[in-house]
């Protein structure tokens, strides 16, 4: 019998993809789960694999690599999508078609499948992983085939086969998790003109019930990777849960945004990423200490783009190593520790040092000093500006001003 390995997480579009797949392509099915830091969500999963019709359910424990090698890549980059997201899902997509490439491999299985819908994003990034990996693999999304047509109807089909699901169609978000984040998507959500309810929170608690006192937080970094955590050295994986706890303590990292799609469609979506948050300000409050301008504005615009590269699912790219190339070359002085005052949703900056830093305060204090003549001042506005007046006087002389 021909074999497929099924990325799984438990959720309600993958417990109906085993039993769907072997009906309609008669397949062994394998699960694949990878351990990106969902907690007590993983503890369920081989059981419910297997009742739901699995031969067998692999759960990787990734959690390691997906920090070092696609979290801190992404926040050496300052990659942020459309101002406000993360990309908590967008990283996370490459390793898991990494894994599921692998497995495929060791198992000898002809195809890969994934539960990503037609509409979204994710259908993308796990299958450019799979062309950039393995591109002999056949890939099936069920969502693109089926004439299930929504998360009402993959409900009903799950009942009328006994499949344990973990949604009702009262409580019906989408949702996504791993050591970086949480998304939930679907519900009143789909509409933007409604509020989203916190009762929907997991990670964080609303900001108007955070303690009323601040907590402070210290976090030291190494050449662009935090290692720190007020003090004490720590793994990454160790000082991503620690931040996320406090962070979520204090109403840190809630991000109600309308996003643009890679397919072409406008979604409404609700992020809690509270340690992240906290790492992203910490880690761009070093860099504007450490790095000089023009480094410092032309790293912001290539943020942008890798914020595109990850967003759109082409992380395994030559564009997107180069670009890890020149983030690198930036990062060799943002070394040093920054203290953070939260409070209440709110991040403020409480005091940042480096053996590399370039801010010198005998050249930027307002009092006396010795080392800056203000007269050179004078000569440099003269030679800056000699374009606008050069353009001043040809307008007066054409009669155009």
């Known amino acids: 019998m021909p074999k497929v390995v099924l990325a799984y997480s438990g959720g309600l579009d993958t417990s109906v993809i085993i039993a769907w797949l072997k009906e309609n ?3 062994e099915v394998i699960a694949m789960t990878a351990d990106l830091g969902q907690g007590e969500e993983l503890a369920p999963l081989e ?13 990787e424990d990734l959690r390691k690599e997906f920090v070092e090698e696609y979290i801190w890549p992404t926040l050496k980059a300052g990659a942020i999508y459309e101002g406000k997201y993360l990309l908590g899902t967008s990283f996370a997509r490459p390793l898991i078609a990494k ?11 002809v195809a890969v499948a994934h539960g990503a819908t037609g509409k979204g994003n ?6 450019l992983g799979v062309k950039a990996l393995a591109p ?22 799950a009942e009328a086969r006994g499949i344990p699901v973990p949604v009702t169609k009262k409580s019906i978000y989408s949702r996504d998790r ?6 939930h998507e679907g519900g009143e959500l789909e509409s933007p003109a409604n509020a989203a309810s916190y009762d929907m929170l997991m990670l964080t608690v609303p900001p108007e019930k955070a303690p009323d006192r601040p907590t402070y937080v210290e976090i030291g970094f190494e050449k662009g990777i935090p290692v720190s955590l007020n ?18 303590a204090n109403g840190i990292g809630i991000v109600d945004m309308v996003e643009n799609r890679l397919v072409g469609m406008k979604s409404r979506g609700v992020y809690e990423t509270p340690g992240g948050t906290i790492l992203v300000y910490a880690h761009h409050e070093l860099e504007l200490l450490t790095l000089d301008r023009a480094t410092l504005h032309y790293k912001e615009q290539v943020a942008l783009r890798y914020a595109e590269l990850v967003y759109d699912g082409v992380w395994f790219s030559p564009l997107r190593e180069a670009l890890d190339a020149f983030v690198d070359s930036t990062q060799r002085t943002v070394t040093g520790t920054v203290k953070l005052k939260l409070y209440k949703g709110n991040i403020m900056p409480a005091g940042t040092t480096s053996p590399y830093s370039l801010y010198d305060e005998e050249l930027s204090t307002f009092g006396r000093d010795e080392v800056y003549n203000q007269a050179d001042a004078a000569g440099f506005i003269n030679l800056f500006g000699l374009p606008l007046k050069v353009r001043a006087l040809m307008e007066k002389k054409a009669g155009l001003r």
Do not use: C, T
């Not at 994710?122 to 299958?127: G, H, I, L, W």
């Not at 003090?231 to 979520?248: C, F, P, Y």
């Open 178 to 183: 791993n050591i970086w984040h949480i998304s």
């Open 25 to 27: 392509y008669g397949y």
């Open 122 to 127: 994710d259908q993308v990034r796990f299958e």
């Open 47 to 59: 059981e419910k694999a297997i009742r739901s019709g699995a031969s067998k359910i692999y759960i």
């Open 99 to 109: 894994k599921l490439v692998e497995i495929a491999e060791k198992e000898g299985a």
């Open 136 to 157: 002999h693999l056949k890939v099936i999304a069920p969502w693109r085939e089926w004439d299930i047509r929504s998360r009402e109807d993959a409900i009903d089909y």
């Open 231 to 248: 003090g004490q050295r720590m793994d990454g994986v160790s000082l991503l849960e620690k931040l996320n706890a406090i962070g979520g």
